[in-house]
């Protein structure tokens, strides 16, 4: 356990149909006397846990416990074969993650919410919408939409290239062969074949020089294949009447459209707020842009699902 002077980060793991979950639980040092309101963190696309730090701790430090999970085959989580992201398992994990919260004492069952960046974002209004016991759903810069977002990241040539491979390897599976391994990202205008071909600039976020230890930079080709066939847009409406905030930028971006963020939030029935901010793709990702997400995020929580101060 680590403490600093506002928040206590613990180490703890949960099981989600019957795999061990890790998950780092951010809480304010010092509480209200009362348990508080409560938050699931779903990383981004292959990501771990640590990448959630910095809002797990704002949020923690806000008056809210904040758990940043591991998705099952990630990072310290359990789960073979490793790098397998199915979303809709890592939304079952995020749900388990909100009935591991139900059991702590510090933390008031019928106020807990999710929250989620990017492909995380999409998970999040996943399990959001098929889970009522999110009482509060924060998307930041999401991925709405599985087969658009693969569509949107290749020309159509290198799309036609994808599905020939995602056939080919479901035949090796038959045969009982493994899944094909292939990198998270690669450069996607010189014909790098990955999960998620990109610019130079998601390409260098994702050097595993960067990464947390724990971060591997392979995933199974099957999962491209359950990430096309799955669209947190088709479900956005089944959030209401709960509260939905969605926090996205306004300039270039590959990986997550404002275009397609927007169609997603017109699908999604009240309560619900938007704000779109004078960035570009990385640019809630930490520093000014990130805090100014934050800021406004923790506005529409104390509206939603108000902490009690510390």
């Avoid at 990072?75 to 919260?101: H, M």
């Avoid at 990430?227 to 959030?239: C, L, V």
């Avoid at 963020?261 to 000014?288: M, S």
Wanted: glycine share 8%.
């Amino acid at each position: 356990m680590q403490d600093d002077t506002d928040v206590i980060v613990e180490s703890v793991n949960f099981l989600s149909e019957g795999i061990r979950c890790a998950a780092d639980l951010y809480r304010p040092a010092r509480m209200a006397g009362k348990p508080a309101p409560a938050l699931v963190l779903a990383t981004g696309f292959a990501g771990v846990k640590e990448s959630s730090a910095d809002a797990a701790r704002f949020f923690a430090a806000s008056g809210y416990v904040a758990l940043a999970i591991d998705y099952r085959s990630f990072g310290n989580s359990d789960g073979e074969p490793r790098g397998q992201a199915f979303p809709l398992r890592q939304a079952e994990d995020v749900r388990s993650a909100i009935t591991y919260l139900e059991t702590r004492q510090d933390v008031d069952p019928a106020r807990i919410g999710i929250w989620g960046t990017s492909y995380g974002g999409g998970i999040a209004l996943y399990a959001g919408a098929v889970d009522r016991r999110a009482k509060i759903v924060i998307s930041q810069i999401p991925v709405v939409d599985g087969r658009l977002w693969h569509q949107t990241l290749r020309t159509s040539e290198q799309y036609t290239q994808l599905l020939d491979a995602l056939d080919e390897d479901r035949r090796q599976r038959f045969r009982g062969a493994p899944s094909r391994r292939i990198p998270v990202t690669a450069h996607g205008a010189t014909g790098g074949f990955a999960a998620m071909p990109a610019d130079a600039e998601i390409v260098g976020l994702l050097d595993p020089a960067h990464a947390a230890p724990s971060w591997s930079p392979t995933v199974t080709l099957e999962s491209v294949e359950k990430i096309i066939e799955y669209s947190p847009e088709a479900m956005i409406d089944r959030i209401a009447p709960r509260p939905l905030m969605i926090v996205t930028v306004s300039g270039y971006d590959i990986i997550h459209p404002v275009a397609d963020v927007l169609r997603a939030y017109d699908r999604a029935r009240e309560p619900k707020e938007i704000v779109i901010l004078p960035y570009t793709q990385l640019g809630l990702y930490g520093g000014a842009g990130l805090a100014e997400a934050l800021a406004h995020q923790l506005r529409f929580l104390q509206r939603h699902l108000p902490a009690a101060s510390a």
